[in-house]
Protein backbone atom coordinates (compact mmCIF):
# COMPACT_ATOMS: atom_id res chain seq x y z
CA UNK A 1 0.00 0.00 0.00
CA UNK A 2 1.41 3.54 -1.25
CA UNK A 3 0.29 6.19 0.50
CA UNK A 4 -1.07 8.89 -1.61
CA UNK A 5 0.78 12.25 -1.52
CA UNK A 6 1.12 15.76 -3.71
CA UNK A 7 2.97 14.24 -5.80
CA UNK A 8 1.43 11.17 -6.25
CA UNK A 9 -1.43 13.09 -7.70
CA UNK A 10 0.59 15.55 -9.99
CA UNK A 11 1.35 11.79 -11.43
CA UNK A 12 -2.00 10.76 -11.69
CA UNK A 13 -3.19 13.56 -13.79
CA UNK A 14 0.31 12.85 -15.61
CA UNK A 15 -0.75 9.70 -16.44
CA UNK A 16 -4.54 10.51 -17.03
CA UNK A 17 -6.13 8.01 -13.81
CA UNK A 18 -8.79 10.16 -12.57
CA UNK A 19 -8.71 11.12 -8.80
CA UNK A 20 -10.73 10.23 -6.30
CA UNK A 21 -12.07 12.68 -3.07
CA UNK A 22 -15.05 12.00 -0.90
CA UNK A 23 -15.48 13.90 2.36
CA UNK A 24 -15.13 12.41 5.39
CA UNK A 25 -16.03 13.51 9.27
CA UNK A 26 -15.73 10.19 11.62
CA UNK A 27 -13.07 7.63 12.28
CA UNK A 28 -15.27 4.91 11.23
CA UNK A 29 -16.06 6.36 7.73
CA UNK A 30 -12.45 7.16 7.16
CA UNK A 31 -11.23 4.02 8.16
CA UNK A 32 -14.44 2.51 5.37
CA UNK A 33 -13.03 5.40 2.76
CA UNK A 34 -9.39 4.65 3.33
CA UNK A 35 -10.14 0.68 3.09
CA UNK A 36 -12.60 1.47 0.16
CA UNK A 37 -9.44 3.09 -2.39
CA UNK A 38 -10.17 6.74 -2.06
CA UNK A 39 -7.22 8.92 -3.00
CA UNK A 40 -8.30 11.87 -1.24
CA UNK A 41 -10.43 12.27 2.17
CA UNK A 42 -11.51 15.69 2.70
CA UNK A 43 -12.57 16.84 6.07
CA UNK A 44 -15.27 19.40 4.51
CA UNK A 45 -16.80 22.06 5.97
CA UNK A 46 -20.12 21.06 4.62
CA UNK A 47 -19.86 19.36 8.48
CA UNK A 48 -21.70 22.24 9.47
CA UNK A 49 -24.89 20.93 7.19
CA UNK A 50 -24.52 17.29 7.22
CA UNK A 51 -23.38 16.30 10.43
CA UNK A 52 -23.85 19.45 12.93
CA UNK A 53 -27.27 20.61 11.04
CA UNK A 54 -26.77 24.07 10.18
CA UNK A 55 -28.17 25.54 7.26
CA UNK A 56 -24.82 26.57 5.98
CA UNK A 57 -21.06 26.45 6.32
CA UNK A 58 -20.75 29.65 7.72
CA UNK A 59 -20.74 28.70 11.63
CA UNK A 60 -18.58 25.97 11.56
CA UNK A 61 -15.42 26.77 13.77
CA UNK A 62 -11.64 26.05 13.56
CA UNK A 63 -12.76 23.72 16.82
CA UNK A 64 -15.19 22.09 14.70
CA UNK A 65 -12.96 21.81 12.02
CA UNK A 66 -9.92 20.12 13.98
CA UNK A 67 -11.90 18.15 16.29
CA UNK A 68 -13.25 15.87 12.83
CA UNK A 69 -10.02 16.14 11.01
CA UNK A 70 -8.47 14.54 14.26
CA UNK A 71 -10.67 11.69 13.93
CA UNK A 72 -10.54 10.90 10.26
CA UNK A 73 -6.82 10.89 10.26
CA UNK A 74 -6.66 8.07 12.86
CA UNK A 75 -8.88 6.23 10.30
CA UNK A 76 -6.76 6.60 6.99
CA UNK A 77 -3.34 4.76 6.36
CA UNK A 78 -3.38 5.27 2.66
CA UNK A 79 -5.72 8.38 1.70
CA UNK A 80 -4.32 12.28 1.06
CA UNK A 81 -6.16 14.16 3.80
CA UNK A 82 -7.37 17.68 3.04
CA UNK A 83 -8.65 19.45 5.77
CA UNK A 84 -10.99 22.63 4.91
CA UNK A 85 -10.40 26.05 6.51
CA UNK A 86 -13.52 27.49 8.05
CA UNK A 87 -14.93 30.97 7.05
CA UNK A 88 -12.83 34.00 8.26
CA UNK A 89 -9.75 31.54 9.54
CA UNK A 90 -7.83 32.71 6.42
CA UNK A 91 -9.52 36.11 5.67
CA UNK A 92 -8.75 38.17 8.11
CA UNK A 93 -4.83 37.96 8.06
CA UNK A 94 -1.61 36.33 5.83
CA UNK A 95 -0.40 35.47 9.74
CA UNK A 96 -4.17 34.17 11.29
CA UNK A 97 -4.52 32.13 7.65
CA UNK A 98 -0.31 30.73 8.53
CA UNK A 99 -0.96 30.29 11.86
CA UNK A 100 -5.11 28.24 11.15
CA UNK A 101 -3.59 26.36 8.61
CA UNK A 102 -0.35 25.19 10.81
CA UNK A 103 -2.83 23.55 13.12
CA UNK A 104 -4.31 21.17 10.67
CA UNK A 105 -1.11 20.04 9.92
CA UNK A 106 0.04 19.82 13.29
CA UNK A 107 -2.92 19.21 15.88
CA UNK A 108 -4.97 17.19 13.59
CA UNK A 109 -2.85 15.11 11.34
CA UNK A 110 -4.15 16.72 8.18
CA UNK A 111 -1.77 16.54 5.19
CA UNK A 112 -2.74 20.25 3.41
CA UNK A 113 -5.55 22.51 3.88
CA UNK A 114 -8.30 23.78 1.65
CA UNK A 115 -9.29 27.37 0.73
CA UNK A 116 -12.43 28.84 -1.38
CA UNK A 117 -11.62 31.71 -3.32
CA UNK A 118 -9.29 33.43 -6.20
CA UNK A 119 -7.40 36.86 -5.96
CA UNK A 120 -8.00 37.96 -2.59
CA UNK A 121 -6.55 34.66 -1.04
CA UNK A 122 -3.28 34.42 -3.04
CA UNK A 123 -0.83 36.36 -0.42
CA UNK A 124 -2.27 33.48 1.99
CA UNK A 125 -1.83 30.55 -0.42
CA UNK A 126 1.55 31.53 -1.17
CA UNK A 127 2.38 32.31 2.53
CA UNK A 128 1.18 29.09 3.53
CA UNK A 129 2.92 27.14 0.56
CA UNK A 130 6.29 28.51 1.48
CA UNK A 131 5.89 27.55 4.83
CA UNK A 132 5.06 24.02 3.61
CA UNK A 133 1.64 23.84 4.16
CA UNK A 134 0.09 22.31 0.89
CA UNK A 135 -2.80 24.02 -0.43
CA UNK A 136 -5.94 23.07 -2.57
CA UNK A 137 -7.84 25.80 -3.85
CA UNK A 138 -11.53 26.16 -4.81
CA UNK A 139 -13.34 28.16 -7.22
CA UNK A 140 -16.47 28.56 -8.90
CA UNK A 141 -20.02 28.06 -6.30
CA UNK A 142 -17.49 28.79 -3.00
CA UNK A 143 -20.19 27.73 -0.48
CA UNK A 144 -18.56 30.26 2.34
CA UNK A 145 -19.86 33.31 -0.39
CA UNK A 146 -23.31 31.99 -0.42
CA UNK A 147 -24.88 35.23 0.55
CA UNK A 148 -22.88 37.42 -1.69
CA UNK A 149 -23.51 34.57 -4.77
CA UNK A 150 -27.27 34.79 -3.91
CA UNK A 151 -27.02 30.84 -2.88
CA UNK A 152 -26.43 27.58 -4.55
CA UNK A 153 -26.00 28.63 -7.61
CA UNK A 154 -23.86 27.36 -11.06
CA UNK A 155 -21.17 29.93 -11.64
CA UNK A 156 -19.00 31.18 -14.75
CA UNK A 157 -21.79 31.14 -16.95
CA UNK A 158 -20.81 34.55 -18.45
CA UNK A 159 -18.18 35.25 -20.66
CA UNK A 160 -16.44 37.23 -17.83
CA UNK A 161 -17.63 35.69 -14.59
CA UNK A 162 -15.91 32.58 -16.29
CA UNK A 163 -12.74 34.39 -17.86
CA UNK A 164 -12.76 34.99 -13.79
CA UNK A 165 -12.83 31.86 -12.45
CA UNK A 166 -9.94 30.75 -15.55
CA UNK A 167 -7.55 33.64 -14.67
CA UNK A 168 -8.01 32.67 -10.62
CA UNK A 169 -7.37 29.08 -11.53
CA UNK A 170 -4.13 29.79 -13.14
CA UNK A 171 -3.03 32.37 -10.28
CA UNK A 172 -3.92 29.37 -7.45
CA UNK A 173 -1.65 27.52 -9.32
CA UNK A 174 1.41 30.30 -9.75
CA UNK A 175 1.33 30.86 -6.07
CA UNK A 176 1.61 27.38 -5.22
CA UNK A 177 -1.83 25.79 -4.93
CA UNK A 178 -0.86 21.86 -5.76
CA UNK A 179 -5.10 21.10 -6.67
CA UNK A 180 -7.96 22.48 -7.45
CA UNK A 181 -11.63 22.03 -6.75
CA UNK A 182 -14.08 23.19 -9.21
CA UNK A 183 -17.70 23.50 -8.00
CA UNK A 184 -20.82 23.83 -10.10
CA UNK A 185 -19.58 25.15 -13.25
CA UNK A 186 -20.11 24.58 -16.96
CA UNK A 187 -18.39 21.27 -18.08
CA UNK A 188 -16.79 23.09 -20.73
CA UNK A 189 -14.95 25.62 -18.61
CA UNK A 190 -14.30 22.77 -15.98
CA UNK A 191 -12.70 20.62 -19.47
CA UNK A 192 -10.30 23.45 -20.47
CA UNK A 193 -9.34 24.92 -17.16
CA UNK A 194 -8.14 21.31 -16.24
CA UNK A 195 -6.34 21.11 -19.84
CA UNK A 196 -4.69 24.45 -18.99
CA UNK A 197 -3.55 23.25 -15.78
CA UNK A 198 -0.53 21.67 -14.87
CA UNK A 199 -1.91 20.80 -11.05
CA UNK A 200 -5.02 18.60 -10.92
CA UNK A 201 -8.61 19.60 -11.21
CA UNK A 202 -11.20 17.98 -8.84
CA UNK A 203 -14.94 18.62 -9.50
CA UNK A 204 -17.84 18.84 -8.48
CA UNK A 205 -20.84 19.50 -10.45
CA UNK A 206 -17.98 20.06 -13.25
CA UNK A 207 -18.68 17.53 -15.92
CA UNK A 208 -15.99 14.65 -16.38
CA UNK A 209 -13.21 17.00 -18.00
CA UNK A 210 -12.04 17.39 -14.78
CA UNK A 211 -9.09 15.32 -13.54
CA UNK A 212 -11.15 13.96 -10.51
CA UNK A 213 -14.07 14.27 -9.00
CA UNK A 214 -15.24 14.61 -4.90
CA UNK A 215 -19.08 14.30 -3.80
CA UNK A 216 -20.29 14.96 0.04
CA UNK A 217 -20.11 11.38 1.52
CA UNK A 218 -23.66 11.77 2.53
CA UNK A 219 -24.88 12.52 -0.70
CA UNK A 220 -22.99 9.49 -2.04
CA UNK A 221 -24.89 7.14 0.21
CA UNK A 222 -28.16 8.86 0.39
CA UNK A 223 -27.76 9.85 4.35
CA UNK A 224 -28.33 13.65 3.42
CA UNK A 225 -32.13 14.19 2.61
CA UNK A 226 -32.71 18.09 3.00
CA UNK A 227 -31.50 18.85 -0.48
CA UNK A 228 -30.21 16.65 -3.13
CA UNK A 229 -27.82 18.85 -6.03
CA UNK A 230 -28.68 17.72 -9.87
CA UNK A 231 -24.56 16.97 -9.87
CA UNK A 232 -25.03 13.95 -7.26
CA UNK A 233 -25.48 10.45 -7.95
CA UNK A 234 -26.89 8.49 -5.25
CA UNK A 235 -24.89 4.63 -5.09
CA UNK A 236 -27.04 3.28 -2.26
CA UNK A 237 -29.75 4.65 0.01
CA UNK A 238 -28.11 4.12 3.54
CA UNK A 239 -30.51 6.33 5.09
CA UNK A 240 -34.01 3.85 4.00
CA UNK A 241 -31.60 1.03 5.37
CA UNK A 242 -30.78 2.53 8.57
CA UNK A 243 -34.50 3.80 9.37
CA UNK A 244 -35.39 0.50 8.66
CA UNK A 245 -32.81 -1.18 11.16
CA UNK A 246 -33.91 1.25 14.06
CA UNK A 247 -37.42 0.71 13.12
CA UNK A 248 -36.95 -3.24 13.45
CA UNK A 249 -35.22 -2.76 16.64
CA UNK A 250 -38.03 -0.42 18.27
CA UNK A 251 -40.18 -3.60 17.29
CA UNK A 252 -38.65 -5.99 18.75
CA UNK A 253 -37.97 -4.41 22.32
CA UNK A 254 -41.62 -3.38 22.32
CA UNK A 255 -42.80 -7.17 22.00
CA UNK A 256 -39.78 -8.85 23.39
CA UNK A 257 -38.53 -10.58 20.43
CA UNK A 258 -35.09 -8.69 21.45
CA UNK A 259 -32.79 -9.64 23.44
CA UNK A 260 -33.61 -13.32 22.78
CA UNK A 261 -31.93 -16.42 24.26
CA UNK A 262 -28.84 -16.08 22.06
CA UNK A 263 -28.23 -13.08 23.42
CA UNK A 264 -28.05 -13.25 27.07
CA UNK A 265 -25.31 -14.94 29.73
CA UNK A 266 -26.62 -17.93 30.85
O1 LIG B 1 -17.03 21.27 2.30
C1 LIG B 1 -17.04 20.43 1.37
O2 LIG B 1 -17.50 19.30 1.52
C2 LIG B 1 -16.48 20.84 0.09
C3 LIG B 1 -16.64 19.91 -1.07
C4 LIG B 1 -18.04 19.91 -1.54
C5 LIG B 1 -15.70 20.20 -2.17
O3 LIG B 1 -15.93 21.88 -0.02
Same mark, same amino acid.
Given at each position: ????????????? =???????????????? =??? !????????????????? *??? #?????????????????????????????? #?????????????? =???????????????? *?? /?? #? #????? @?? /????????? @? *??? &??? !??? $??? &??????? *????????? $????????????????? !????? %???????????????????????????? $? %??????????????? @???????????????????????? %?????????? &? /???
Amino acid at each position: MTAVTTLGLLEMK =ARGEKITMVTAYDWAT =AKL !LDESGIDILLVGDSLGM *VML #GLDNTLAVTMADMLHHCRAVSRGAKRAFLV #GDMPFMSYQVSVEQ =ALANAGRFLQESGMHA *VK /VE #G #GREIL @PA /VEKMTANGI @P *VMG &HLG !LTP $QHM &HQLGGFK *VQGRTQDAA $QNIRESALALQDNGAFA !LVLEC %VPQTLAESISRELTIPTIGIGAGPGCNG $Q %VLVFHDLVGLYDRFT @PKFVKQYAQIGTVMRDAVQNYVRD %VKDGSFPGPE &H /VFK
